[in-house]
Antibody, heavy 118, light 108 residues
Framework: EVQLMESGGGLVQPGGSLRLACAAS????????MSWVRQAPGKGLEWVSV????????YYADSVKGRVTISRDNSKNTLYLQMNSLGVEDTAVYYCAKKKQEDVFDIWGQGTMVTVSS | DIQMTQSPSTLSASVGDRVTITCRAS??????LAWYQQKPGKAPKLLIY???NLESGVPSRFSGSGSGTQFTLTISSLQPDDFATYYC??????????FGQGTKLEIK
């Protein structure tokens, strides 16, 4: 079964850092681009970042550029999101998602909650 | 940046109704549009990609159409399981995947 499972969320103070992880199973991880999408409480979906299958190409939303780094370890079938200089506006459920060849997100994890608060 | 605008924001309908949700892009995105369904507390689910292609396993009562800047998602006969929030997403720009603000489909 194709599955994604996020971890690493929690409560962090403004200005703090957090690293999220997404463990993948059931498919050849290195063959697919992966992305992070977030959803603030009661709000819509916001794309955060995407990484190619090899890890060699990455893109970021303007709202997180310079504060967030996406990476992957294909030997461990794991996607990461390093988040620094967190602000209250980063409070959200963070989903990892697998990209189909058609460049859309066909498999999603269950999400991990990040709360930025003092 | 490409902006995506959905209408309506909320839609009240009954089981068996035919409903249509519209998504408009701020500039042409060809047919690079997807639709997702999300239920409370759950991850989004891909329904349609490339404007009109039904994702595997998605019921045929869902259909999509459009190109350029105007797109629609149609549910031909609403089922109880369809009450959820629907999002469109453009993927024309590899450096950005923009979602619409969502349309909440409620039971009338």
């Amino acid at each position: 079964e194709v599955q994604l499972m996020e971890s690493g969320g929690g409560l962090v103070q403004p200005g703090g850092s957090l690293r999220l992880a997404c463990a993948a199973s059931g498919f050849t991880f290195s063959n697919y681009g992966m992305s992070w999408v977030r959803q603030a409480p009661g709000k819509g979906l916001e794309w955060v970042s995407v990484i190619s299958g090899s890890g060699g190409t990455t893109y970021y939303a303007d709202s997180v550029k310079g504060r967030v780094t996406i990476s992957r370890d294909n030997s461990k079938n794991t996607l990461y999101l390093q988040m620094n200089s967190l602000g209250v506006e980063d409070t959200a459920v963070y989903y990892c998602a697998k990209k189909k060849q058609e460049d859309v997100f066909d498999i999603w994890g269950q999400g991990t909650m990040v709360t930025v608060s003092s | 940046d490409i902006q995506m605008t959905q209408s309506p924001s909320t839609l009240s309908a009954s089981v068996g109704d035919r409903v249509t949700i519209t998504c408009r892009a701020s500039q042409s995105i060809s047919s690079l549009l997807a639709w997702y369904q999300q239920k409370p507390g759950k991850a989004p689910k891909l329904l349609i990609y490339k404007a009109s292609n039904l994702e595997s396993g998605v019921p045929s009562r869902f259909s999509g159409s459009g190109s350029g800047t105007q797109f629609t998602l149609t549910i031909s006969s609403l089922q109880p399981d369809d009450f959820a929030t629907y999002y469109c997403q453009q993927y024309n720009s590899y450096w950005g995947y923009t979602f619409g603000q969502g349309t909440k489909l409620e039971i009338k």
